[in-house]
């Protein structure tokens, strides 16, 4: 059984950029919910996708957008980045009716 | 609002106990606890769902008083394999609140 695996780990941009963070779930599971990690905090819930549709979303702005794909992967798109957008960018994978979360490693943005 | 937790950090020596703790301002319907070592991906660790029902994982147990809003976690005999942010999560559907963590340092 494979776990979650996002891409990339880092990666640098700068303000005003755009930046496309990718997801692939644990198999079997159908939801794909996205966090934000300042540094020394606790993920902050951006949204949540299931069967392709958002099904949730937290107090982040529309610049912040995602898909679901039929597989189940999952993309973060973050537009018109900002120097707060800096964080680690976790994707948790989850089987819809239970909230047991399988995180990624996550993908560390630096915005500069 | 998202859980607050106590300490913010703990040091241990290998074989010591600890007790982090949550509480909430809102009802709870169940808690959740994970743990992410410094680089890696928060784990799962155990849920609690209402009743005060008590769970455990290897040396690891927590509690859950839904009446108070608040659970616990107990590590007994800290290992060295035990450090890292220990972060409880409350759900509000489809959303997971987490606290802003407690970091675990075990020395030998």
């Known amino acids: 059984e494979t776990g979650v695996t996002q891409s990339p780990t880092h990666l640098i941009k700068t303000r005003g950029q755009q930046v496309t963070l990718r997801c692939s779930s644990q198999s079997g599971h159908n939801t794909v919910s996205w966090y934000q990690q300042a540094l020394g905090q606790g993920p902050q819930f951006i949204f949540q996708?299931?069967?392709?549709?958002?099904?949730g979303r937290g107090n982040f702005p529309p610049r912040f957008s995602g898909l679901q794909f039929p597989n189940y992967s999952s993309e973060l798109n973050v537009n018109a980045l900002e120097l707060d957008d800096s964080a680690l960018y976790l994707c948790?994978?989850?089987?819809?009716?239970?909230?047991?979360?399988?995180f990624g490693a996550g993908s560390r943005l630096t915005v500069l | 609002q998202q859980p607050v937790q106590s300490p913010q950090a703990v040091i241990l020596r290998e074989g010591e106990d600890a007790v982090i703790n949550c509480s909430s301002s809102?009802?709870?319907?169940?808690v959740h606890w994970y743990r992410q070592k410094h680089g890696e991906a928060p784990v799962f660790l155990m849920i609690l769902l209402k009743g005060g029902e008590q769970k455990g994982h290897e040396k690891i147990s927590a509690s859950f008083n839904e009446k108070k809003q608040q659970s616990s976690l107990y590590l007994t005999a800290s290992q060295l394999s035990y450090s890292g942010t220990y972060f409880c999560g409350t759900e509000i559907t489809p959303d997971m609140r987490f606290g802003a963590g407690t970091r675990l340092t075990v020395k030998p």
């Open positions: 996708y299931y069967r392709e549709e958002e099904n």
């Open positions: 809102k009802a709870l319907y169940s």
């Open positions: 948790a994978s989850s089987l819809s009716g239970a909230n047991v979360l399988t």
